[in-house]
């Protein structure tokens, strides 16, 4: 095992992203995959009973499938998104973070955006309050899975992003 310095210089300030210091094999990665995973499987499983259903495309008539509002438009959105997690577990470690964290914003956004939508001509996902809060939850649970071990205020000094953070006094 060889050893290195983080850092450049004492003095040297560095930009640390989310998608660096983080080796391929490590612990965390199985909480990004884990997270992945579990939030793929219940979209997929959503968007599979919601096109079992034959419900039309952009039927707004509000049929439900597991207690959520659903149309033909969603349930292969749902099947999409739910296979693009599934691409993030099989690859694991920083790709698998990212994709959780950006697109936990996307469902908190979408929750939002469909919210406005509701009861409107534009509702065309037929988006129910249950949807909006079935999107907040997935939203925050995506997040705090590719948060985690990366953003918190009391990180382990042998965390990679705490050294990556702490570059002026630690070496490795």
């Given amino acids: 095992m060889s050893t290195h310095v983080l850092h ?89 973070s990212t994709l959780n964290m950006t697109l936990g914003i996307l469902f908190i956004l979408s929750g939002f955006v469909n919210l406005a939508l509701l009861d409107t001509g534009f509702n065309f996902l037929a988006f129910r309050i249950q949807n909006v809060l079935f999107s907040f939850v ?9 948060m985690y071990g990366r953003v918190s205020g009391s990180l382990p000094h042998d965390n990679p992003y705490w050294q990556a953070r702490h570059s002026q006094t630690h070496t490795n």
């Fill in 8 to 96: 450049p210089g004492p003095g040297a300030r560095r930009h640390v992203t989310l998608d660096e210091h983080l080796p391929l094999d490590h612990r965390l990665s199985k909480v990004y995959r884990t997270g992945a995973g579990l939030m793929g499987l219940v979209l997929l499983a959503f968007g599979i009973l919601g096109l079992i259903d034959k419900i039309g495309f952009f039927d707004t008539r509000g049929d439900t499938v597991a207690g959520l509002s659903t149309n033909g438009a969603l349930s292969v959105l749902s099947i999409c998104v739910g296979l693009l997690l599934f691409v993030g577990m099989v690859i694991g470690g920083n790709f698998a």
């Fill in 138 to 146: 997935v939203g925050v649970l995506l997040m705090c899975f590719g």
